[in-house]
C-alpha cells in the first residue's frame, strides 16, 4: 500500500531522508573512530585493573568531540559559534559519560563480561539514553 496508508502522517521528504542518511553515515564514522580509541588505549593503558572503564570513558570524551564535528559538518551545519555548541554537547552528555562509564565497570569487573562485548552492550545502552536525553532536552 501506499505510505499514508500504513504509516502516520505524510511521508517523509527527500531532504528528511537525505538527512537521515548522513546522521547514520556520520554515526557510523564517528563509531569506528570511538573503537579504535578505545582499542588503543586498552591496548597501550598499563593498567591491570579497570583498564577497560578508563579506556571507554576516555575515548568516550574523545569522540564526543568528532562526533560532534562530523555531525555539524555532515549533517546539519550550524551557524552558531562551534565551540559554544561543543560545550552544550558535553553538558547534554555529561550524564551519561558517568553512567556509561559506571556501566562498563560493572559489566566487566563484577559480571566479568569480555570488555570488547561490554563496550558494544555500553554503546547501545548509551545510544538509547543519549536520544531520550536529548528528545527531552531539544
Avoid at 562509564?101 to 570488547?116: A, G, K, N
Wanted: glycine letters at 6%; aromatic letters at 16%.
Amino acid at each position: 500500500g501506499r505510505w499514508g496508508e500504513t504509516m502516520k502522517g505524510p511521508a517523509p521528504s527527500p531532504s528528511t531522508f537525505r538527512t537521515a542518511l548522513l546522521f547514520n553515515l556520520s554515526g557510523f564514522l564517528g563509531t569506528l573512530l570511538f573503537y579504535g580509541m578505545y582499542q588503543l588505549l586498552f591496548t597501550v593503558l598499563p593498567l591491570e585493573t579497570r583498564k577497560a572503564t578508563v579506556s571507554w570513558t576516555l575515548s568516550y570524551i574523545c569522540s564526543i568531540v568528532w562526533q560532534h564535528a562530523l555531525h555539524r559538518w555532515m549533517v546539519f551545519g550550524s551557524k552558531s559559534s562551534y565551540w559554544t555548541s561543543l560545550g552544550m554537547t558535553y553538558l547534554c552528555y555529561s550524564v551519561s559519560i558517568v553512567l556509561s562509564s559506571l556501566f562498563t565497570d560493572i559489566l566487566v569487573q563484577q559480571l566479568h563480561i569480555h570488555h570488547q562485548v561490554a563496550w558494544i552492550l555500553t554503546l547501545v545502552a548509551t545510544g538509547l539514553l543519549n536520544f531520550f536525553t536529548l528528545r527531552k532536552v531539544f
